[in-house]
């Protein structure tokens, strides 16, 4: 059974930094497809980092120069987050994309203060 778990949420002031980390079980997350995806109050989860399985990164245009994804092991991946700004305020998940089907974890909140 694949489980996902987020970490590395919290408060952080307007301009600091935070690191997330997204532990997988159940799965090994070499060569996946994965992503972080956020969903602020009142509005849709979005998109914010994939990384394919070749290692090509992707980014939403409004964090790209400050938002960073990447695998640290076979299990971890991580999204370093430098500049915050109040608007990434929002619910942060990890997704993994294994054989077709799609596994979410239960997120950790990101409130960045102004």
């Known amino acids: 059974q694949v489980q996902l778990v987020e970490s590395g949420g919290g408060l952080v002031q307007s301009g600091g930094s935070l690191r997330l980390s997204c532990v997988a079980s159940?799965?090994?997350?070499?060569?996946?497809?994965m992503g972080w995806y956020r969903q602020a109050p009142g509005k849709q989860r979005e998109l914010v980092a994939w990384?394919?399985?070749?290692?090509?990164t992707h980014y939403t245009d409004s964090v790209k120069g400050r938002f960073t994804i990447g695998r640290d092991t076979g299990k971890i991946i991580h999204l370093q987050m430098d500049t915050q700004a109040p608007e990434n305020t929002a619910v942060y998940y990890c997704k993994l994309e294994q054989n077709g089907a799609h596994y979410w974890g239960q997120g950790t909140q990101v409130t960045v203060s102004s």
């Open positions: 990384i394919r399985g070749d290692g090509a």
């Open positions: 159940g799965a090994t997350l070499v060569s996946k497809d």
